[in-house]
């Protein structure tokens, strides 16, 4: 039995995977983000810092639920997040679609791909005899 100190409120829980948050303090992060994806969808230009203020929630929060894919900024919006790769201004995710499809190059490049089988030599020249030589 794994047991640690939950990082939103401080008490001891059972860790049943690699989460850092007691089973409360997910439900509550979860109740945030339902009235977050809420708020968006009734102010979908508002920028960053207006959700986090009037929702109570930290940029840093938001900035990880778009990271994650969970929210999306409107599009011609004007406000999103920065690309890792790049600094490019993106709706949602971490990689813009050029960094992503230069990732996914390098990934399927990476990958060893299986050889084109070699021709089998002349059975006449495998068989044959050979001396050697002083």
């Known amino acids: 039995m794994n047991?640690?100190?939950c990082k939103g409120c401080g008490r001891l829980f059972n860790v049943m995977g690699r989460e850092k948050l007691c089973p409360q303090c997910?439900?509550?992060l979860e109740d945030k983000f339902q009235q977050v994806k809420k708020y968006l969808d009734?102010?979908?230009n508002s920028s960053i810092d207006a959700v986090a203020?009037?929702?109570d929630?930290?940029?840093k929060q938001i900035k990880q639920w778009v990271r994650e894919e969970r929210l999306t900024f409107a599009e011609g919006s004007g406000v999103g997040i920065e690309c890792e790769q790049c600094g490019k201004m993106i709706l949602t995710g971490r990689f813009c679609d050029m960094c992503r499809g230069k990732?996914?190059?390098n990934l399927m490049s990476a990958i060893?791909?299986?050889k084109a089988p070699e021709p089998?030599?002349?059975t006449h020249e495998r068989d044959r005899m050979r001396f050697l030589q002083n």
Do not use: L
Request: cysteine-free.
């Open 3 to 5: 047991v640690s100190n």
């Open 26 to 28: 997910i439900q509550q």
């Open 42 to 44: 009734e102010h979908p």
């Open 53 to 55: 203020q009037d929702n």
């Open 57 to 59: 929630v930290s940029v």
């Open 103 to 105: 990732i996914a190059n």
């Open 112 to 114: 060893d791909r299986p």
């Open 120 to 122: 089998k030599k002349n």
